[in-house]
């Protein structure tokens, strides 16, 4: 019985020590898998992370890219921009030198005075009072030839009244009409005269009076 005893206290120490085993194995195999499972969650959350920064490159270097093409449109299209501005600058710039050219002659007539295309004018000096006088004088003389036909038409006048007067006279025996006064020679010389009178008078009206002198202007 004894040795049954000791069996059984060795088969419960050997379970015992199948039991730490056990135990033991159990948390080494716990403490395995935790540390791999660990590892595992690491790699994983590394291998997230450097995806991510991997995705993160590229979507940098995406968009400075896409940057680099803007600004690349950008100052082509500023650099066009300005060669247009400076082209319709230049444009404006020559319409307004134009309109000021254009401005400039259209206001040289203006400002031009007029001169007249005919030659200047003479000025005599004023005269004084006595030429004036003399001019005017001159000026308001009456024609000779006026004179003349005035004087012979009251010659004529006087001649024809006094001829009348004789003949509505009373004749006595002695009177005779006065052209038989002086006989023949007395009433030809008295048509002789009156017939050049005529004459004369006809000769001036045809002639026409000289009236560069008479008629002259106080100008002159």
Same mark, same amino acid.
């Given at each position: $019985?004894?040795?049954?005893?000791?069996?059984?206290?060795?088969?419960?120490?050997?379970?015992?020590? @199948?039991?730490?085993?056990?135990?033991? &194995?159990?948390?080494?195999?716990?403490? $395995?898998?935790?540390?791999? &499972?660990?590892?595992?969650?690491?790699?994983? !959350?590394?291998?997230?992370?450097?995806?991510?920064? !991997?995705?993160?490159? %590229?979507?940098?270097?995406?968009?400075?890219? %896409?940057?680099?093409?803007? *600004?690349?449109?950008?100052?082509?299209?500023?650099?066009?921009?300005? +060669?247009?501005?400076?082209?319709?600058?230049?444009?404006?710039?020559?319409?307004?030198?134009?309109? +000021?050219? @254009?401005? !400039?002659?259209?206001? =040289?007539?203006? =400002?031009?005075?007029?001169?007249?295309?005919?030659?200047?004018?003479?000025?005599?000096?004023?005269?004084?009072? +006595? *030429?004036?006088? !003399?001019?005017?004088?001159?000026?308001?003389?009456?024609?000779?030839?006026?004179?003349?036909?005035?004087?012979?038409?009251?010659?004529?006048?006087?001649?024809?009244?006094?001829?009348?007067? =004789? *003949?509505?006279?009373?004749?006595?025996?002695?009177?005779?009409?006065?052209?038989?006064?002086?006989? =023949?020679?007395?009433?030809?010389? &008295?048509?002789?005269?009156?017939?050049?009178?005529?004459?004369?008078?006809?000769?001036?009206?045809?002639?026409?009076?000289?009236?560069?002198?008479?008629?002259?202007?106080?100008?002159?």
């Amino acid at each position: $019985q004894l040795a049954e005893r000791e069996r059984a206290i060795e088969h419960c120490e050997r379970l015992v020590c @199948m039991e730490n085993d056990k135990e033991d &194995f159990l948390l080494s195999i716990r403490g $395995q898998r935790h540390e791999d &499972f660990n590892i595992l969650t690491r790699e994983r !959350k590394n291998g997230k992370k450097q995806k991510q920064q !991997k995705e993160e490159r %590229k979507q940098r270097k995406i968009q400075a890219e %896409k940057k680099r093409e803007q *600004d690349e449109r950008l100052a082509l299209s500023r650099a066009a921009n300005d +060669a247009n501005n400076k082209k319709l600058d230049e444009q404006t710039r020559k319409q307004r030198e134009r309109e +000021a050219e @254009m401005d !400039k002659k259209l206001q =040289e007539p203006r =400002e031009t005075p007029r001169v007249p295309p005919t030659a200047p004018v003479r000025r005599c000096p004023p005269p004084n009072q +006595a *030429d004036k006088d !003399k001019t005017d004088i001159r000026v308001w003389r009456r024609p000779q030839w006026v004179n003349e036909n005035s004087q012979q038409s009251h010659v004529d006048v006087k001649d024809g009244s006094n001829s009348r007067n =004789e *003949d509505q006279r009373p004749r006595t025996g002695n009177d005779r009409p006065s052209n038989q006064h002086s006989g =023949e020679s007395s009433s030809s010389t &008295f048509w002789k005269s009156k017939t050049h009178s005529t004459d004369e008078t006809r000769d001036s009206s045809r002639s026409g009076p000289n009236t560069s002198d008479q008629w002259q202007r106080p100008d002159d």
